[in-house]
Structure formats: structure tokens, C-alpha cells
């Protein structure tokens, strides 16, 4: 691999976790029943209290290589109110940051009955983010002014707010995350701004009645980042099959980058944008709910050949409502 191409690497590197940002990374979570983790408006709006477990490890060929935790709860309070709190865990490296949020949310229902499902939600988080710098195995003979040599940290707060709405089979979701500008002593502002706002838009369509046997939802998700202007956009399929014992569901979403990066192959400049596939697949039996999800990157030139691991674990409990909604809706059903 030559120097241009080593420099490929790196940027796209960047761009990945630049789209990881700070606080909780934007993975596909939300692709694995998770929707709560992305965005706070959903904090109770299902029909049942969900708790979720997710650990994520990347690259098992490599050391230090970048893992993720988190460990959710969200529940309705009321007939209006929703709550929910996260803690995570995310290394990649030198690098690493802890944390936790506390959500509450506000449900509206326009439904002509109990039975329909027609609800404008707004949500707001709350967090606390240690970010984590450890210079300890730095090579001391090669001086830099800016390297100490120690475990350096500095925690901020910052607030996620964002909107759903649901109405029968078909969901849509806003959410800016990081609305206040924060700075963390441990970067320097031209390699870590203060400026960290992301804006994030997703909608589903689930297709299929209510009961059925077989029901499919195709959904998307686009991102865009404020200050450095990087987009990107899921596309994504899930299929649904009703069993015996519960439900049994599968999908594949595709992630795109809008910006990429140019590199010297040969003699020829060529470009390449970011790109992922991800498989999932999951099955809810009971109250129980197990995911496992698979990213893999393409392109020309990737940092390894190993893929993204992630598993999901859940838990529904009574809360709510008794009954489900007279809809084919997997995100609040």
C-alpha cells in the first residue's frame, strides 16, 4: 500500500467516526428494534416498556480496535409522559468515552379510538459524556509538545431533542443531537469543534394488515452534519413473519456517504465514498428479543477485511397499554 493510499485509509477512517460523533455513535441500532436509542421522542411510545442491551466489537483481526455498549430503558408514565435512560460505554483505540442520559417524552393521541395508533411525540435527553485521551503508551522519544504522556479526560453536558409521529403503519422521526456547543479540553479546537450538531430524519412504512402472516417495512435514515456539511443516507428492508411463539424478522440496509475521498490508483485518480452493508436478523419470542446485525464495509480500499459484529438484546414488559394498537407497526406494537 503506498502513501496516497495509507492517506485513503485514514480518511475514510475519519469519515466513519465522524458519523460515530460524539456521544452515542449513529450504527444501526435502530435497524435491531432500538429506536429509542436514536431518538428520545420515543421514550414510552410503545405499547409495552422495552429494555435493550447492545455490545458492538469491530474488527476482531485488529487491536484496539473501536466496541461500543449501551443499556436502555424507556417506559410510559401516564397516559402522556414517557421516560428512558441510557448508559454507554465507546472505545476506539487511544480514545474512549462513557456516559448516560435521562429522557422524558410527551405523547399526543389524535386517535378516533383506542384502538387506532395517531400520536405526535416530542422527546428531550439530557447527558453526561467523559471522553477519555490515554497517552500512557505513547513513545516518549517521539516529542510533541501536546502529547503529556498521561490518561487525559474532560466531561461536558449536552441535550438531543427530537419529534415522532405514528400513525397507523407509518412512522416518521427528527432529532438533533448535541444542540449546545461544548468544548473538551482534551482536543484542540481545529481537531475536535465545538460545534457537534448532527441532524437525523428517518421514516418506515410498514406493508401489510394487521395479524398477518408476512409483512414487509422498507425505511430510511439520512444524516447531516452542521459544520462540516458530511450526509449520508440508509436505505433499508425488513421483513416480518408471524409465528406461533412470536415473530421472526430479518432485513438489509445499505449506508452511503455523500463526501469521499480521492486516491492514486496507478496512474489514475479514482474516488470512493464510504459504504456499508448491513444484515440483521432477529426474532422475538415471548417478551424476549435477540438481534444480531452484521456491517460490512465495500470498496476499493478498506482498513480490513473483517466486518462489524453487533448483538441486541431485549426485554418487553407490560406498561402502557394492554392491548396492541389495531395496526402493523413493529416499532410501537
Not at 165 to 187: A, C, E, V
Not at 217 to 244: C, H
Not at 264 to 281: A, F, H, R, W
Request: a negative charge; glycine letters at 8%.
Amino acid at each position: 500500500m503506498n502513501i496516497k493510499r495509507t492517506y485513503l485509509v485514514l480518511a475514510l477512517l475519519i469519515s466513519q467516526f465522524a458519523f460515530s460523533q460524539d456521544g452515542i455513535p449513529v450504527y444501526a441500532d435502530y435497524f435491531a428494534d432500538n429506536l429509542y436509542l436514536l431518538h428520545p421522542s420515543m421514550a414510552g411510545a410503545a405499547s409495552h416498556n422495552q429494555i435493550r442491551l447492545t455490545a458492538r466489537q469491530q474488527w476482531f483481526d485488529q487491536n484496539e480496535a473501536p466496541n461500543l455498549q449501551t443499556l436502555s430503558f424507556n417506559a410510559r408514565i401516564g397516559d402522556r409522559s414517557g421516560v428512558g435512560a441510557i448508559v454507554f460505554n465507546d472505545k476506539n483505540g487511544f480514545h474512549s468515552q462513557t456516559g448516560g442520559y435521562l429522557t422524558y417524552a410527551h405523547h399526543l393521541m389524535f386517535s378516533r379510538s383506542e384502538a387506532d395508533l395517531n400520536q405526535l411525540s416530542f422527546g428531550v435527553s439530557a447527558g453526561l459524556i467523559q471522553s477519555r485521551l490515554d497517552e500512557t503508551q505513547f513513545d516518549p522519544n517521539d516529542f510533541d509538545p501536546i502529547i503529556a504522556g498521561i490518561i487525559q479526560s474532560s466531561s461536558y453536558f449536552n441535550i438531543d431533542a427530537g419529534l415522532s409521529y405514528n400513525f397507523l403503519n407509518f412512522s416518521g422521526h427528527f432529532t438533533i443531537k448535541n444542540l449546545i456547543f461544548q468544548s473538551r479540553d482534551i482536543f484542540t479546537e481545529n481537531f475536535e469543534p465545538d460545534n457537534q450538531r448532527r441532524y437525523v430524519f428517518s421514516a418506515a412504512y410498514t406493508i401489510g394488515k394487521f395479524g398477518a402472516r408476512w409483512s414487509y417495512e422498507p425505511s430510511f435514515l439520512f444524516q447531516w452534519i452542521e459544520r462540516t456539511g458530511e450526509q449520508g443516507i440508509d436505505v433499508n428492508f425488513k421483513a416480518y413473519r408471524t409465528m406461533d411463539f412470536g415473530t421472526l424478522w430479518g432485513g438489509i440496509s445499505y449506508r452511503r456517504s455523500f463526501d469521499g475521498a480521492e486516491f492514486l490508483d496507478g496512474t489514475e485518480i479514482s474516488d470512493q465514498k464510504l459504504q456499508y452493508v448491513t444484515p440483521v436478523l432477529g426474532v422475538n419470542y415471548k417478551q424476549f428479543m435477540f438481534a444480531y446485525t452484521y456491517s460490512y464495509q465495500i470498496g476499493t480500499i478498506r482498513f480490513s477485511n473483517g466486518g462489524f459484529h453487533q448483538i441486541t438484546l431485549g426485554y418487553d414488559f407490560l406498561g402502557g397499554r394492554p392491548e396492541p394498537y389495531d395496526c402493523n407497526c413493529p416499532a410501537i406494537n
